[in-house]
Every structure is written in structure tokens, then in C-alpha cells.
């Protein structure tokens, strides 16, 4: 077995043209782990569950996406990254599976069947990370993947087994260690893998570090007394930068010497690690232990605008939490990344236990909490309106938050703030609804069962939690909620709610057959719709869209659909364009109006990847292969139809019954031209597309690549900031449009410059209307 990782081929499984994944690229180099690699990658030609386990710190990370980068070119559908250290609730590891596979909860289907069925035909690698706090959630979910799909292997980190049927445990320790004494030459020493990981990251932080003669029994007693853990080695090599080596052991020697009486017993390595890291706080000013010990109340990644808002105080006041976070990187206290060229912070997960050990000391616990709850409260009050006119920018930044905001909600169940719970939870509606419905339902469920809250948010609760059961296509659950919901508007003399409640308890008695009842409430809802409020306008339209669908009633879509388009497209509501859009796309396919159809489609379409709504996709996919069979295109029609069935499988949709009639005289059509054999052949290529590809093909576009203009320099937040800068945005009015600060607006500008190697907003201005860059 000396093949090299990279060519490793299993039983059945081709080398793809291209990889796929989302493992995150190295960001420093890797060290050592020769036999681990070697044993995993045996183990994993053999078995389907390895895992890889190991105390806090020794480097099972690091060491899971380092194999998984070389054996997923092995597999057709590539590696993926699943971090469970930033999840906390059991019920969400299906879910966190989900996410990484970029699969979305949005339809009828519960996540873990929905899971289930996308990876029962898959060839992959799928890396679970950080499975100790939910070892029986994760065990569950990994032992129903490999059951359900035969192509899936698995590589798990934790520090205990899984103990399910069929796992290989690999024992991840320390380091190699150099021999005591330090007798070995150099050359020897240097291929040590402790002193090597010391002797590389001491270089990279003081950029002159080197092995020598003078320094060589430092270094050794160093790695010893740290007994080879990765993360206590990086610690101490970054402190080169300010101690010699011996001051670093001399210091370290003084801390271990406490813990054992000044015997020379060695430290349990779990002890070594909190006392390394222990050792490396205390050297930190007052100002950087306090903005560390708060950053823990974020239980996944957090900006810059996060962290001022909750860890700043009279010690640290917010014009220098950006000074602080950056020592903090500096000393491997803290991690930065870049999450859509938005740079963002996270902690090691044996970090943060640490911190929060030092936040309860600092007796700072309940203050720092309750900061954290009021912001993201606060925060998603403010943006719950407004997020609805930009969508497309406030899901990427409920996609980046949403486990902080997780936390918080967690927080608000365990200390019965039902106010405070019920209130985030409605104001993250746009999220359940377009990426997590059943997750959605379940904190509903929970927290309206709490006390408190004024009856107007309890009553926006209410017709969120309906509105999920509808797009589950389960209109005996939507009943009650919407309901509660129009009860609680009446009380509340709220019309605004009422509109929408009854808007769509119509969808739902639509949905369950029962149309006079439907028409009855749309005509209530139209009756206390408020002029001045769109949304309810909208809601009202859709129903009547919805309505006419079912009861073939042409005339009453497009007359709905034409106004709420308009209505639409004039307060900026995209949700509801996508909508109105696909609604007059489908009624012109119809009554075969195919001209008008197509662009009205392709645009929905556009829309609908915009905002990744997977539901809308299914659909439209399945409307413009029904267009291309009535225009005479079999090969195509058949390709887009099957790129549709596999849409709505993934996502776990039902299909409308208005839909069934049309899809199947479409498939017929193109069977009838293509013949049978070759219709399945192009219906199968259209289901392996993927999604990209396929709303390529239904828009007659090619492939996506980067432009030659120079869009690929720029991170995606950077565009959306330069998109708005060349409409003549302010940076404070960006920041407000992109739910960030002015200060990081105001940063994003200058590295846009910097990037595109201007020096004025005019030009890039200019360079966003040239004929390469529409973006």
C-alpha cells in the first residue's frame, strides 16, 4: 500500500472531472501524522467508520481534513466538512449534516429522511467533526447514513468513540517527542514532528526563528514539557515573539511546578493544556482577557460588529475591540476567516470551554448572556421588515449567524424568557422559511409554549409557525397557529397581521381541497388589508394566485399576478417578484402564450438562485421543460425535466396537484419525439446536472465561470459593497442595507481599491457598468 493519498480508488468509485466539497483549504502546513495517515487511509479501503479519537487539542481536526483532502478525489461526490462544535442541541445534527451538503430543509419532507434519500445513491466522504457533546445524536445519524447509503464513508472526530456497529477506532496522540537531553544532531532533531510543528510556527510569528545549537535543549524541554500537544505548541511558539525560548520553559516550568508539589510527576495532558493555555492568557493585558472570556456567549463564528456590540464595556470601549481581536489572532487565542468575504472570528472549541471557565470566574456570565440575547433580539427586530425589501443580503447574514442566534434561543428556553425567544424566533421567519422549515416549527412549538410576550409578537409567532406547516404541505397543522394568529391581530387591533394570518389560512384550506372556505377568508383578508401595507396587499394576491391555480381559473392568476408583480417589483419585495413572476410564467404556458412565458420564467428563475430558494427551483426548472416541449426541443425538455425531479428530491417537495397534468403532458411529448430509451437517457443527464448547471441550461446560459473583467478578485460581499457604491450608496447607507457596520463598510471600499488598484468610488463605479463585471 504505497500509493500516494491522492490516488487511492475505491471499489466502484471514478475519479470525478472536477472535486467537489467544501473541505476549508490548510492555512498553515501540516506536520507529521505519518502513521495516522497511513492507518486511516488502510482502515477506510476496508471499513465505512473511522474514527479518529483523541483528547481536546492533540489535532484530530486538522488531521480528518487532511486526509479527506487527499481520499476525496476518490470519490465522485467528493469530501465534506460537518463541525459540530458550534451546535449544542441534539436535534440539529441531521440538520448540521444537511447544511454542509448545502441540502436544504424547505418542503415536506423531515431533515433526516430528506438526508437520507439525497445520500442513498452518493459516492462520498462525509468528515463529522467534534462529536463528544452529542455522541448520541451523532452516533444515531452516522449509523442510519451508513445503513441508507452504501456509497457514504465516514471519518469521525471526538473524544470518545461512537460505539456504533462497525466502527474502526484510530487513537490520535501527541506529537511525536524528541528524545530527553537533546543528544540528537540537528538534522535528526529537526525531523522530530514536535520540534518541527514549534520550529515552524515559531518562524512564521517572529519571521526569524531558527533551530540552533544555542537553542536546541529550550526547544526540547519545551515540546516535552508540553508533551507534544498540538494547540499547547502553537501557544508557546507564537510568544517567540516577545521571550526567547528559555523564558518561555523558564515561565511554563513555573506554572507546572505548582500543579505538582515541585515533583517532577508528570501532568495529566489534559492538565498540560489548560495550563499551557492558562500560562498564555495571563500574559495577555487586562483589556484582551476580558474581550476573550466574553466571545465565548457566541456559540459560532462572530464579526467585528458582534463583538463591539456585546463585549465591549468602559474597560473596552468599542473603538477598540478591533485592535484587541487582532492580538488576539495574532497569539492563536482566537481564529479568523473569511465566511463570504466577510472576515469573521472563532474559537477553538477547547478555548472556549476555557473561556467560559474564566467568564464565570470574572462573574460575568449572566451579564455578557443577556447582553448577547438583547443584541441578536434587537437586531432581528430591526431587520425583520426591512429584511423581506433585501432579502438576498439578510439570509447571508442569518447564515452566518444563525448559530449564535441558535445559542440565544437556547438560552431563552432554558431561563423561561419566553418575550425574548418568541420575538427572535418570528423575526428569523425569512430563514425558517427559505432554508430550515422543520427546525423552524420545533423552537416555534417550544417557545410559544413559554409564558410571556405581548400578544402582537406572540400573534406574529402564531402565523410564522402556520406558514412553515403550509410549506410542509400540512394544512391540518397549519389550522391552529394561524388561528392563534388571527385571534391575537383582532385583539391587538393589528391588521397588518390579520391580513397575512388569513392570507394564508386560505393557502391552507386550498391546499386541504376546501376552495369556498378559501375564497371566504381571501375576501376577509382583502377586507382588512391596510393600503399602506404592501406585504398584506401581496399576501392577499398570492392567495388569489394560489386559488385560481387550483380551480383552473386562468383569467383570476394573471389579474392577481399582474398586480402583484407590479407591487412587487415596487417595494423592492423579492420573494414575493419570484412569486408573481412564476405565477404569470405558468398561467402564459398554460394557455400556450409561450413568448411571454419564457422571460418571465428566467427571470423568476434568476430571482429564485438568488435567494437559493430550492421550492421555487423545483418548480421552475419543471415549467421551463414543460416550454421547451411545446417548442418543439425534446432533448432539452427531457433534460430539464429530469433536472427538476431531481430538485424535488432533494429538497423533499410534493408537486402541486395543478402541476401534475402539465409536467406529464410534457414528458409524453418529449418521449414521443426522443423514443423511450433515449428520453431516459436525457432525463437521467439532466438529473446528474446539479442545480447550477440546470438553471444554466433552463436559462441559456454557459457554465458560470469568473469574467475576465476581474469579478473573481473580489469576495462576494465585496461586490455586493461595490454594487452599491456605483449606485451611489454612502457607506452608512450600505452598512444599513447590508446589516454591518460603517467602519466595515468603509473597510471593504478600501480593499476594494486596493484589489482593483483604484483610487475613487467613480471608478468603481465604472468598472461595476463595464460589459465583464454586471455585478
Known amino acids: 500500500m504505497n500509493q500516494p493519498m491522492d490516488t487511492i480508488r475505491y471499489p466502484g468509485m471514478a475519479r470525478p472531472a472536477r472535486r467537489s466539497g467544501n473541505l476549508p483549504a490548510e492555512t498553515a502546513s501540516f506536520v507529521g501524522r505519518h502513521r495516522e495517515l497511513g492507518e486511516v487511509r488502510k482502515k477506510l479501503t476496508e471499513a465505512r467508520l473511522v474514527s479518529l479519537v483523541g483528547p481536546g487539542g492533540v489535532g484530530k481536526t486538522r488531521l480528518a481534513v487532511r486526509i479527506a483532502t487527499g481520499l476525496g478525489r476518490g470519490f465522485s461526490g467528493g469530501a465534506w466538512l460537518v463541525e459540530l ?87 490520535v496522540p501527541p506529537l511525536e517527542l524528541p528524545a530527553p537531553g537533546a543528544t540528537e544532531p540537528l538534522a535528526r532533531l529537526r525531523q522530530n514532528e514536535a520540534v518541527m510543528l514549534f520550529t515552524q510556527r515559531a518562524a512564521a510569528a517572529s519571521g526569524g526563528f531558527e533551530l540552533a545549537a544555542s537553542n536546541r535543549a529550550a526547544v526540547v524541554d519545551l515540546c516535552r514539557r508540553l508533551d507534544g500537544l498540538p494547540l499547547a505548541i502553537e501557544l508557546a511558539a507564537v510568544r517567540t515573539r516577545v521571550l526567547s ?94 465566511a463570504k468575504g466577510l472576515a469573521c ?34 437586531t432581528c427586530a430591526r431587520s425583520a421588515f426591512e429584511g423581506r425589501y433585501r432579502l438576498p443580503e439578510w439570509l447571508d447574514w442569518a447564515d452566518l449567524e444563525i448559530d449564535n442566534v441558535r445559542a440565544v434561543l437556547r438560552r431563552c428556553l432554558t431561563h423561561a424568557d419566553g418575550a425574548s425567544g418568541i420575538e427572535l424566533a418570528a423575526c428569523m ?10 427546525e423552524g416549527m420545533r423552537w416555534l412549538d417550544e417557545l410559544l409554549a413559554c409564558p410571556g410576550c405581548d400578544t402582537q409578537a406572540r400573534g406574529w409567532a402564531y402565523f410564522v409557525r402556520g406558514f412553515l406547516a403550509v410549506l410542509k404541505a400540512d394544512p391540518v397543522a397549519a389550522y391552529p397557529p394561524l388561528q392563534a394568529a388571527v385571534a391575537a391581530a383582532r385583539q391587538a387591533g393589528q391588521p397588518a397581521l390579520l391580513s397575512e394570518a388569513l392570507s394564508m389560512a386560505a393557502n391552507a384550506y386550498n391546499l386541504a381541497g376546501d376552495h369556498a372556505t378559501s375564497r371566504c377568508l381571501i375576501d376577509e383578508a382583502q377586507a382588512a388589508t391596510d393600503p399602506a401595507y404592501p406585504a398584506g396587499q401581496l399576501a392577499v394576491l398570492q392567495a388569489r394566485c394560489l386559488a385560481g391555480s387550483f380551480e383552473a381559473d386562468s383569467d383570476a392568476v394573471r389579474a392577481a399576478a399582474t398586480e402583484g408583480a407590479r407591487l412587487a417589483e415596487q417595494t423592492g419585495d423579492t420573494y414575493a417578484l419570484e412569486m408573481m413572476l412564476l405565477n404569470l410564467g405558468s398561467v402564459a404556458l398554460l394557455t400556450g402564450e409561450l413568448d411571454e412565458a419564457k422571460p418571465l420564467l428566467a427571470r ?47 429538497v423533499g417537495a410534493n408537486v402541486m396537484p395543478f402541476k401534475v397534468s402539465s409536467l406529464a403532458q410534457a414528458e409524453a411529448s418529449a418521449t414521443a419525439a426522443l423514443g423511450a430509451t433515449r428520453f431516459k437517457a436525457e432525463f437521467e443527464a439532466g438529473g446528474r446536472l446539479g442545480r447550477d448547471a440546470a438553471m444554466d ?58 484589489k482593483l488598484g483604484f483610487s475613487s468610488r467613480a471608478q468603481i463605479a465604472a468598472w461595476v457598468a463595464g460589459p465583464d463585471n454586471a455585478v
Request: hydrophobic residues 45%; contains cysteine; glycine residues 8%.
Open 85 to 171: 462544535a458550534e451546535i449544542g442541541d441534539p436535534a440539529l445534527v441531521s440538520q448540521a449534516v444537511m447544511t454542509a451538503l448545502n441540502l436544504r430543509d424547505q418542503a415536506a419532507a423531515e431533515p433526516l429522511a430528506l438526508l437520507l434519500a439525497y445520500l442513498r445513491d452518493q459516492e462520498l466522504l462525509l468528515v463529522v467533526d467534534n462529536c463528544e457533546h452529542l455522541l448520541g445524536a451523532a452516533a444515531q445519524v452516522v449509523t442510519e447514513v451508513l445503513r441508507a447509503a452504501p456509497g457514504v464513508r465516514v471519518i469521525a472526530t471526538s473524544r470518545e468513540p461512537l460505539s456504533v456497529a462497525g466502527e474502526h477506532v484510530v487513537p
Open 245 to 338: 525560548v528559555e523564558q518561555i520553559v523558564a515561565r511554563l516550568a513555573d506554572r507546572f511546578a505548582l500543579l505538582t508539589g515541585g515533583g517532577r510527576a508528570a501532568l495529566p495532558r489534559h492538565q498540560t493544556l489548560r495550563t499551557t493555555i492558562e500560562w498564555s492568557h495571563d500574559l495577555l493585558p487586562g483589556r484582551e482577557r476580558a474581550v476573550l472570556r466574553r466571545v465565548c456567549a457566541f456559540a459560532g463564528r462572530f464579526t467585528l460588529d458582534d463583538v463591539e456590540a456585546v463585549c465591549a464595556s468602559p474597560d473596552v470601549p468599542a473603538g477598540q475591540v478591533l485592535d484587541v481581536l487582532a492580538s488576539l489572532v495574532d497569539k492563536s487565542m482566537v481564529t479568523k476567516e473569511d
Open 345 to 378: 472570528y472563532r474559537l477553538h472549541e477547547t478555548m472556549r470551554e476555557f473561556a467560559r471557565l474564566k467568564l464565570d470566574e470574572a462573574g460575568e456570565t449572566e451579564t455578557t448572556e443577556s447582553r448577547c440575547t438583547g443584541y441578536y433580539r434587537s
Open 429 to 438: 421567519g425569512w430563514y425558517w422559511i427559505t432554508r430550515a422549515t422543520t
Open 604 to 650: 423568476s428563475l434568476r430571482i429564485a438562485r438568488q435567494i437559493d430558494d430550492r421550492v421555487a427551483q423545483f418548480y421552475l426548472l419543471g415549467d421551463l421543460g414543460c416550454h421547451a416541449a411545446r417548442r418543439g426541443q425534446p432533448r432539452l425538455a427531457a433534460q430539464l425535466l429530469g433536472a427538476a425531479d431531481a430538485a424535488r428530491k432533494e
Open 697 to 754: 441550461l433552463a436559462l441559456g446560459t454557459p457554465a458560470r465561470e469568473a469574467g475576465p473583467g476581474g469579478t473573481e478578485v473580489l469576495g462576494k460581499r465585496e461586490l455586493d459593497v461595490a454594487r452599491l457604491v456605483a449606485g451611489g450608496l454612502t457607506n452608512r447607507q450600505i452598512g444599513a442595507r447590508l446589516f454591518i457596520s460603517e467602519r466595515t463598510v468603509d473597510s471593504h471600499v478600501r480593499s476594494i481599491l486596493n
